[in-house]
């Protein structure tokens, strides 16, 4: 997400209308919670207990209540782990991470949606919105080498 100093997020919340607005990419998560500006130039904190997930869109017109493809259907190409993740309101979505720890935020979690040509790019889940993360695969694993 390098390039730019703002990326355009929805931001979901349980039970709540999801937030739209711009995050640093660098800079976004703070210990206290999600650094968001508004459309209207207004900078909000929201605690990570209130956030469901951060979507970062392609573009605001086509942000949908939901998205729309939120397992996968058949194991995912790219490599990476697949992992399951449950929500506290019991939602299941699936995502990809890297298979590298080192990139693994203390805060949560950023997968790769099961749809990449969808309007969500990627979508940051925070620790404490979830009820259970499960690794279901481990995709393209070094283990063998390739042929």
């Given at each position: 997400m390098a390039?730019s100093?703002?990326k355009k997020?929805?931001?979901r919340?349980f039970?709540?209308?999801?937030?739209?607005?711009f995050?640093n990419?660098?800079?976004?998560?703070q210990?206290?919670?999600?650094?968001?500006l508004?459309p209207?130039?207004?900078a909000c904190?929201?605690?990570?207990?209130?956030?469901?997930?951060?979507?970062?869109?392609?573009d605001?017109s086509?942000?949908?209540?939901e998205p729309?493809?939120?397992l996968?259907h058949?194991?995912?190409?790219?490599?990476?782990l697949?992992v399951?993740m449950?929500?506290h309101?019991?939602e299941l979505m699936d995502g990809l991470l890297p298979?590298?720890l080192?990139q693994l935020?203390p805060f949560g979690?950023?997968?790769?949606?099961?749809?990449p040509?969808?309007?969500?790019?990627?979508?940051?889940?925070?620790?404490?919105?979830?009820?259970?993360?499960?690794?279901?695969g481990?995709v393209?694993?070094?283990?063998r080498?390739?042929?």
């Amino acid at each position: 997400m390098a390039g730019s100093t703002s990326k355009k997020v929805v931001v979901r919340r349980f039970e709540r209308e999801p937030i739209t607005g711009f995050v640093n990419p660098r800079t976004y998560l703070q210990p206290a919670g999600v650094e968001v500006l508004t459309p209207a130039g207004t900078a909000c904190l929201l605690p990570y207990a209130d956030v469901k997930a951060v979507c970062f869109v392609r573009d605001f017109s086509n942000v949908e209540s939901e998205p729309e493809q939120k397992l996968f259907h058949t194991r995912p190409k790219v490599d990476g782990l697949w992992v399951r993740m449950r929500f506290h309101d019991e939602e299941l979505m699936d995502g990809l991470l890297p298979n590298n720890l080192l990139q693994l935020d203390p805060f949560g979690f950023t997968v790769i949606p099961p749809n990449p040509s969808s309007n969500n790019q990627r979508v940051f889940v925070p620790r404490t919105a979830l009820k259970e993360f499960n690794v279901l695969g481990v995709v393209g694993s070094q283990l063998r080498p390739r042929k």
